[in-house]
């Protein structure tokens, strides 16, 4: 526990240094790549030190906030016109690393080794192929009609489950 508030603790002060640089202007950075930068500093230790100590929720919540960190910084460099593509292909991404995380932390599961392949590849065809197969103009129409029933969707789950609850 002491080695997680080490690496908190570190990256509070590097993300502390960076934006008195940015408040003073010395250095210029947006915010964007200064979260990026703290959510990397933070995961990449995090992700170290929970190998092998059988901390599956503390390695994949550290892969999760390593790819988001990864994306901000992306993002900030390049101007991504399909937002709707690129958050596909990260969530796939994530997923595909995640779960090649868990297969380094346990090796005799080679499920893991599978799907974090499948997913990895999922995504490298979505960043790809898929545009030119046309798959992300039906997945937007899909998304614009799902934004639209949206509200209806959360109101019928929630009398659902108000009406289902044990009295």
Not at 8 to 36: D, P, R, T
Not at 95 to 113: D, H, P, Y
Not at 123 to 129: D, G, I, L, P
Request: proline share 1%; net charge positive; glycine share 8%.
């Amino acid at each position: 526990m002491n080695s997680k508030k080490n690496i908190l603790g570190i990256c509070f002060l590097i993300v502390g240094i960076l934006a008195i640089l940015k408040y003073f202007g010395i250095l210029i950075i947006s915010i964007e790549q200064l979260m990026g930068t703290a959510f990397i500093c933070y995961s990449l230790p995090t992700v170290y030190v929970s190998l092998g100590t059988g901390q599956r929720n503390e390695l994949v919540l550290a892969t999760v906030i390593f790819c988001i960190g990864v994306v901000y910084i992306v993002k900030s460099y390049f101007e991504i016109l399909d937002a709707r593509g690129i958050v596909f292909t990260t969530i796939l991404f994530g997923s595909g690393a995640v779960l090649f995380l868990l297969f380094i932390e346990n090796m005799k599961e080679k499920v893991f080794l599978i799907s974090a392949g499948t997913m990895i590849l999922l995504s490298y065809f979505s960043a790809t192929n898929f545009k030119e197969w046309g798959l992300f103009k039906y997945a937007n129409k899909l998304g614009d009609i799902f934004e639209i029933f949206w509200p209806v969707i959360l109101l019928a789950f929630g009398l659902s489950v108000f009406v289902n609850r044990k009295k």
